[in-house]
């Protein structure tokens, strides 16, 4: 059948009417794999059906169990299957009898996933074949309004499964097979359009962990922090240094160009530079991650930071690398609103080189040879931006959070992907760039659509009357850009692949001939296909100021990644208690995981209560 998998050994059929669709998949599979075929009816009704005891007689010849009387809810309690699994569950044509039994019929699939997930193999898979338009996804043409389906990627979530593929389902192809059971009679079921839902195992979805301790040295001395809890679990991970991730991938072909225009080039790597680094802006950003000394939490050596940005690190290579021209990659860390295209960490590329050599057309031919976009220009020449940061300090600059620090407050609506404002998204907060480069101007890309969006930014830097060619290249972003991602958490998800477009097989890339790969070519693919979206709205009483990243870092901090969205709905403004309404929209939907209705009201309830404890916000 169309979706299992070619390893499978063992399938397990449910709901069967006349047999004829277990007959037929017997003599397609060919034997080799065991087949048991079960009906809800007892074999006295089932040999009432038209060729009934004919299919029944056929398979049993062929050594294929038939079971009578199991409910499809019940497997996992089924004594005729104690102690099996199968690598394979199809459900065809599941249904309550009737008409108009849309939740009747949703609370069976939700019964069904959570019996046969104890019934299927690790590696194993669940068929659910339904009518045209049932499924509620968009695989179904036309599409109905979900509350007209019966929601079965939602009710999957159930038994902790996620939607890994949809296909037609060709009943052509089952040469026995003559639909039966539709409301109960010998009737069959309008295959036509019929669509048929593969699911399989998800990972489970992980408990917060304690944040990791973080140490930097000062003096010779090792000091110890503890990283914030809202990043803690992605603070585990190197994006750069995994062989087959796409950031991986474009940071190897990246260095691999700008190799071949500086030959002498020295590339550097995250772990030669620290990611704690001192606080040297007194009345710097209010975004930045900072932190304190374990042992010492009075310490009165400054105030330390997880690094902003690779700028950080700008005077020491220009001093020691930049002279032939020196690339630096790694992280940076910055709090930002919770947005499909902002992340708290980025991956970053720093090159600096002496002045004079073309830099930044360089850099705009080397993207145009990966395919990153159509069209490539610094901002500052055609839109008029080219920013000064001398002047920087001051109290509206600092609350310019460039990198997705919220403006919802200001807009009342939900921040788009669009152009206008949020266009300004991945710039880096000035505040946080002043001291580093005097000038600078946004570098942008121009896809087919004509939409622009900021992937890095060029300036200067100087030493001892030297001046440098400074540009840093926001990866995640080119990235996201290249293979048409539309949410920067995939980026994070250990259940994606990057494809073939054409072939829609999963592609191999390697640089064991250091050619450069072509981008256009790939997109990347989730496994969960069309995860279900939750939306909950949070409104509580503000008196007095109201720290909104703190806020937005408690909610990642109990959610991890399964925050797709937040945003300011709406500000009351109460002029008798002099205190303010805020309620904020959160829209959850995980990326890689199960996420069901049940599980989301217990995640939610846990953000509500760590809201009340840390910040004294009860929810309205």
């Known amino acids: 059948m169309d979706g299992l998998s070619s390893s499978c050994a063992s399938v397990l059929l449910l709901g069967e009417g006349n047999f004829s669709f277990a007959r037929s998949l017997n003599q397609k599979l060919g034997g080799g794999v065991r087949v048991v075929a079960t009906s809800f009816e007892e074999e006295e009704g089932v040999g009432k059906r038209k060729n009934g005891r004919e299919n029944v007689d056929a398979l049993r010849e062929k050594d294929v169990t038939c079971l009578f009387g199991v409910d499809a809810t019940r497997i996992h309690a089924s004594q005729s299957l104690e102690g099996q699994s199968f690598d394979g569950i199809i459900f065809n044509f599941p249904h309550v009898p009737g008409k108009a ?140 240094s995994e062989p087959s991730h796409p950031l991986s991938i474009f940071k190897m072909s990246l ?81 930002c609103a919770v947005a499909p295209d902002s992340f708290p960490i980025m991956h970053h590329l720093l090159l600096a080189v002496p002045c004079g050599q073309n830099t930044v057309d360089s850099v705009a031919k080397v993207l145009a040879d990966l395919h990153c976009c159509v069209h490539i220009q610094s901002k500052g020449t055609d839109h008029e931006t080219n920013e000064s940061l001398e002047n920087a300090g001051n109290m509206e ?3 310019s959070f460039k990198r997705s620090h919220s403006r919802m ?3 009342g609506a939900q921040p ?26 946004a570098i942008q890309l121009k896809d087919s659509s004509g939409n622009w969006a900021t992937v890095g930014l060029c300036g200067t830097a100087t030493r001892e009357a030297t001046n440098y060619d400074i540009v840093v290249l926001y990866l995640d972003q080119l ?18 692949t990057m494809q073939d477009k054409r072939s829609k097989k999963p592609a191999t890339v390697g640089f064991g001939n250091k050619e450069s790969v072509n981008f256009g070519d790939f997109e990347l693919i989730g496994r969960s296909r069309y995860p279900p979206l939750y939306v909950r709205d949070v409104s509580f009483w503000v008196q007095g100021g109201f720290d909104e990243l703190r806020f937005v870092s408690l909610l990642l901090r109990a959610t991890g990644l399964l925050l797709q969205r937040v945003w300011l709905k709406e500000v009351y403004h109460d002029q008798t208690r002099g205190d303010a309404s805020r309620c904020y929209r959160l829209e959850y939907r995980s990326c890689d995981r199960a996420l069901s209705k049940d599980r989301l009201a217990r995640i939610h309830q846990g953000v509500l209560e760590l809201l009340r404890e840390e910040m004294g916000l009860v929810a309205r």
């Open 479 to 496: 990235v996201m850009h290249l293979l048409n991602v539309t949410d920067i958490r995939m980026l994070w998800s250990t259940d994606v």
């Open 255 to 335: 260095v691999s160009a700008f190799q071949s225009l500086y030959p002498k080039m020295t590339v550097l790597q995250e772990c030669d530079f620290a990611s704690v680094v001192p606080e040297t802006i007194k009345n710097g950003c209010e975004g930045v991650y900072r932190l304190l000394n374990i042992h010492e939490p009075g310490d009165s050596s400054g105030a330390w930071l997880l690094r902003p940005h690779l700028l950080c690190h700008v005077k020491s290579l220009i001093g020691r690398h930049a002279n032939e021209g020196c690339v630096l990659l790694g992280k940076s860390y910055h709090r």
């Open 397 to 399: 600059s600092a609350k």
């Open 416 to 441: 788009s992907s669009g152009e206008g404002e949020n266009e300004k998204k991945f710039e880096h907060c000035r505040v946080c760039l002043r001291d580093w480069v005097k000038t600078y101007e």
């Open 101 to 240: 039994n849309i939740a009747k019929n949703r609370e069976l699939l939700k019964g069904f996933f959570q019996s046969c997930v104890q019934k299927l193999s690790p590696a194993g898979q669940v068929l659910v074949t339904l009518c045209n338009g049932q499924g509620g996804t968009p695989a179904d043409q036309p599409q109905r309004e979900k509350q007209n389906s019966w929601q079965v990627v939602d009710m999957a979530t159930y038994g902790d499964l996620i939607l890994t593929d949809t296909l037609p389902f060709r009943a052509g192809e089952y040469q026995e097979y003559n639909s039966t059971g539709y409301r109960n009679q010998d009737k069959g079921f309008l295959t036509d359009r019929a669509v048929t839902h593969v699911f399989e195992r998800s990972r489970l979805i992980l408990e917060v962990v304690e944040a990791p301790t973080l140490s930097a040295k000062l003096d010779g001395n090792t000091l110890e922090f503890q990283c914030p809890p809202d990043i803690g679990a992605c603070m585990k991970r190197d994006l750069l």
């Open 409 to 411: 407050e200001e807009t």
